[in-house]
């Protein structure tokens, strides 16, 4: 059972910027993020294949959110800027079964544990 643990989390403004950082406790596959705001459905946000050379984004944060990952130490990152009050949500790490990138497999593979992100105005 891979195990994900998120963190970089916090408060900021608005305009401002956070790195989100993901540790699996072996190597992963696909990999990717989601977020869930207060009321509403988790939404995939930001997903990359095990190469890294082919990402995804959800059309909210296209432009202003990037996934990389770090094979070496079995870690993924997202850097988010330009930050909105419509991005505070639980962000959610994830790991899919297979090397290529799938929305699907990602929602269906190991999730971690979250961690906030509230964007004040």
């Known amino acids: 059972q891979v195990q994900l643990v998120e963190s970089g989390g916090g408060l900021v403004q608005a305009g401002g910027s956070l790195r989100l950082s993901c540790a699996a406790s072996?190597?992963?596959?696909?990999m990717g993020w989601f977020r869930q705001a207060l009321g509403k459905e988790r939404e995939f946000v930001a997903g990359?294949?095990?190469?890294?050379?082919?990402?995804s984004y959800g059309d909210s944060v296209k432009g202003r959110f990037t996934i990389f990952r770090d094979n070496a130490k079995n870690m993924v990152f997202l850097q988010m800027i330009s930050l909105k009050v419509e991005d505070t949500a639980v962000y959610y790490c994830?790991?899919?079964?297979?090397?290529?990138?799938?929305?699907?497999?990602?929602?269906?593979?190991?999730w971690g544990q979250g961690t906030q992100v509230t964007v004040s105005s």
């Open positions: 994830t790991a899919g079964a297979g090397a290529r990138l799938s929305i699907v497999a990602l929602r269906n593979g190991y």
């Open positions: 072996e190597r992963t596959y696909a």
């Open positions: 990359i294949d095990w190469s890294g050379g082919v990402t």
